[in-house]
């Protein structure tokens, strides 16, 4: 594999798949390819609906548009048993009447269901009223299906869904699949009960091609049903147990493939991918003896050692290192940085905003300066002349440490022997973005290191970053003592404007966060940025006060940075722009305001912003007394906690893995019916099984592997979840 290629293997690796076996002709089966238009009642109008708005193109595609919910319809209830609490239920009994009630588009029709025992309930239609009155039949037994409300003691139901009752029907109990639909389908009657016609339709012709995709020993290990039954079950499940083991069954099988092919990119990434060998390390020994003014922990000592052994094995480092604020990531980085230069190859680490970059530039070059390494600097500010001198030294190999922004990512940015790539709060670049720096070196890949703030939830980590080594700094510095987080309300207010006033009198600064920037109509109820600025200068006419937005010009930022970085100012206003990276020693109080409008993992960031120095720091959560459970989750978890790992897991828990990891991620995972927040056991057990089949069988040549390599060799180039079918 050249370099070239193999950089962009590696780059795109949740775009990109390695497919394990060339096709053999005739041995795809090319059933579930067939384009969705082709299956009975659907047609080329409903066709290009489906795949405008579902991304349903082929029969695989349908089968795998898996129900998001079930009503109940085991059960049916008499008319006596009904409460308004109760979501959807299902009623027998007859139609004793009808009328037509109002006039012209104010017109319904209403009719009257008397059940078994006699009791009465109200049946009523608002739409649909003429073509209705003439489908309705009274004097008969029909099972009536909608959500009960009452009005003065009497039961009604709007728009039920009806049926007439027969005597296959008198015992009939099932789960009816509700699918995800959009008002644009629906618009054009393509509704869920339309969508499940078409799965009923489509499960009758497609059941003889269903072939199963696991092998014998892991449908007999962990018990599985076949894969016929769990599709069919999924849909229409015969028993509430029948469903059960279906959704066990098709999870655990999504699951495995995903681990599976994070496993088989890192063997092959381990196996193909040259790496360049650091070993000398004269520089780093002289630094670590006598220029580090402090003492690494115990977890930076693991984790650099982790990433020496990766830099000498020949082989290209890919690693994710994941830290809790204030662990101390950039010394770690910088020691690595350290051991590229020590050998001869240039380093770079790029950062998302011109702050960050600032920040971890300072930070480096004063070390760097005292061993006499030249380190630079590239952000959308640097002015011309010094990008031309930054781009000649990097060209000519005198500069062996660049810190930037995208800039780095330029066209003209091109390096003697980059060696060594570092992203930090690597989530906030694209892959192909990534992919652009890991390409400026063309003989040979880079090391990579990517590092992130965030704690990653465990299943999340082991699904996006299973073909990654993963090193942890789980251990903060020695000093550092935890930060005191509260919860307040508005009426609190002046009690916590005299706690700042009292933190500023020894000394300290604060900072007081606003979720927005400006009043829009729907949040009028929130702190507007700019009012918080105005009422924090009158409450505090002593002080002065910086504010810091996303809406500024870069230069205008870094001026009111300074000037609290500098304590020319005690109070710092700002929006979510401080939430990663900024670092002010001196700031001991944070205080977030309506702090109900963020995210867990956000408030986790900004709580880092503080406790940094050796001073006692505090996080004052402040909200009004109307409060959802989850926000009331948030914030007893901020309070209880300052473990960033069991932040990210509650926070998991509360928001899913779309929003957890950004809009980008559900293209990432591509799941179909896990849900990584719920389903972390049989995600061990999936990975573990992954682990075992490729240790034994790397090739997956083994008969018994003949299920799981055909899985494999009927899937596109381009498949991200391997457990689709195609």
């Given at each position: 594999m050249s370099s070239r290629s193999g950089c962009s293997f590696i780059l795109l690796h949740f775009r990109f798949i390695f497919v394990l076996i060339h096709h053999p002709p005739g041995v795809v089966n090319n059933f579930f390819n067939t384009k969705i238009e082709f299956l009975k009642g659907v047609g080329p109008v409903r066709a290009e609906l489906l795949q405008k708005e579902l991304q349903i193109f082929t029969y695989g595609d349908l089968i795998q548009?898996?129900?998001?919910?079930?009503?109940d319809r085991t059960q049916f209830y008499r008319i006596a048993q009904l409460d308004e609490s109760m979501p959807y239920v299902q009623v027998r009994g007859r139609v004793c009447g009808k009328e037509l009630i109002g006039e012209g588009r104010k017109q319904r029709l209403a009719a009257t269901l008397v059940d078994e025992n006699g009791d009465q309930m109200d049946l009523v239609?608002?739409?649909?009223?003429?073509?209705?009155?003439q489908q309705l039949k009274s004097h008969t037994d029909y099972i009536v299906f909608g959500k009960p409300t009452a009005f003065n003691g009497r039961f009604s139901m709007a728009h039920p869904e009806l049926e007439e009752l027969s005597e296959e029907k008198q015992t009939t109990a099932f789960l009816q699949p509700v699918y995800h639909t959009t008002e644009k389908l629906k618009a054009h009657r393509i509704d869920s009960k339309a969508i499940s016609k078409m799965m009923e339709m489509l499960l009758k012709v497609a059941a003889p091609n269903i072939q199963e995709s696991l092998s014998p020993d892991l449908i007999d290990q962990y018990r599985l049903i076949d894969k016929r039954s769990a599709l069919i079950n999924i849909h229409f499940p015969e028993t509430v147990d029948k469903y059960n083991k279906a959704?066990?069954?098709?999870?655990f099988e999504e699951l495995f493939y995903i681990q599976l092919r994070l496993f088989r990119q890192k063997v092959v990434r381990k196996a193909d991918l040259k790496g360049q060998v650091f070993r000398q390390v004269p520089t780093l020994t002289d630094f670590y003896k006598n220029h580090l003014t402090f003492d690494l922990t115990n977890a930076q000592k693991r984790v650099v050692k982790e990433?020496?052994?990766?830099?000498?094995?020949?082989?290209?480092?890919?690693?994710?290192?994941?830290?809790?604020?204030?662990s101390g990531k950039t010394i770690v980085a910088f020691i690595s940085m350290l051991i590229a230069t020590d050998n001869g190859a240039q380093s770079v680490l790029m950062a998302p905003t011109e702050i960050l970059a600032d920040q971890h530039y300072v930070g480096l070059k004063k070390f760097a300066d005292t061993l006499g390494i030249n380190i630079g600097k590239l952000t959308g500010s640097t002015k011309t002349k010094e990008r031309r001198e930054l781009h000649e030294q990097l060209r000519s190999g005198e500069m062996k440490m660049i810190v930037g922004t995208h800039a780095l990512l330029e066209e003209v940015v091109q390096f003697q022997n980059l060696g060594l790539c570092i992203v930090d709060e690597q989530h906030r670049f694209g892959v192909e973005q990534r992919s652009k720096l890991w390409r400026k070196n063309p003989r040979i890949i880079p090391h990579v290191l990517v590092m992130t703030a965030t704690p990653i939830p465990r299943t999340l980590a082991m699904t996006l970053y299973g073909d990654l080594d993963v090193s942890v700094i789980d251990e903060l510095p020695a000093g550092r003592k935890e930060i005191i987080t509260s919860h307040r309300f508005d009426s609190h207010r002046l009690r916590v404007f005299q706690f700042i006033r009292d933190q500023v009198k020894l000394g300290r600064q604060a900072y007081i966060v606003y979720p927005l920037i400006e009043e829009s109509e729907q949040?009028?109820?929130?702190?507007?940025?700019?009012?918080?600025?105005?009422?924090?200068?009158?409450?505090?006419?002593e002080l002065q006060v910086s504010m810091v937005h996303g809406k500024m010009k870069p230069q205008d930022k870094d001026y009111e940075m300074q000037r609290f970085v500098n304590n020319q100012t005690q109070i710092m206003v700002a929006t979510t722009v401080i939430e990663v990276g900024v670092n002010v020693p001196n700031a001991s109080v944070m205080v977030i305001?309506?702090?109900?409008?963020?995210g867990l993992a956000q408030l986790h960031q900004l709580r880092g912003r503080v406790g940094r120095g050796a001073d006692q720091s505090y996080c004052i959560l402040m909200t009004g007394y109307k409060l959802s459970k989850d926000s009331k989750t948030r914030l007893e978890t901020m309070v209880r906690t300052n473990n960033g790992f069991e932040i990210a897991d509650i926070d998991l828990q509360l928001r899913g893995p779309g929003d957890l990891m950004g809009t980008q991620q559900s293209g990432v995972l591509d799941l179909l019916i896990s849900d990584l927040a719920k389903d972390a056991p049989i995600l061990q057990e999936a990975r573990a099984a992954a682990q075992r089949i490729l240790q034994a069988d790397p090739q997956l040549e083994q008969a018994q592997h003949a299920n799981i390599r055909r899985?494999?060799?009927?899937?596109?180039?381009n498949t991200v979840n391997w457990s689709r079918i195609s």
């Open positions: 548009h898996y129900p998001f919910r079930y009503l239609w608002f739409k649909g009223v003429k073509w209705m009155l959704k066990f069954r098709l999870k990433i020496y052994t990766d830099l000498t094995s020949g082989k290209q480092m890919n690693r994710l290192l994941q830290g809790d604020v204030g949040m009028d109820n929130y702190k507007d940025l700019m009012d918080g600025y105005e009422s924090v200068c009158r409450a505090f006419p305001e309506s702090a109900e409008r963020f899985h494999i060799q009927s899937l596109s180039a």
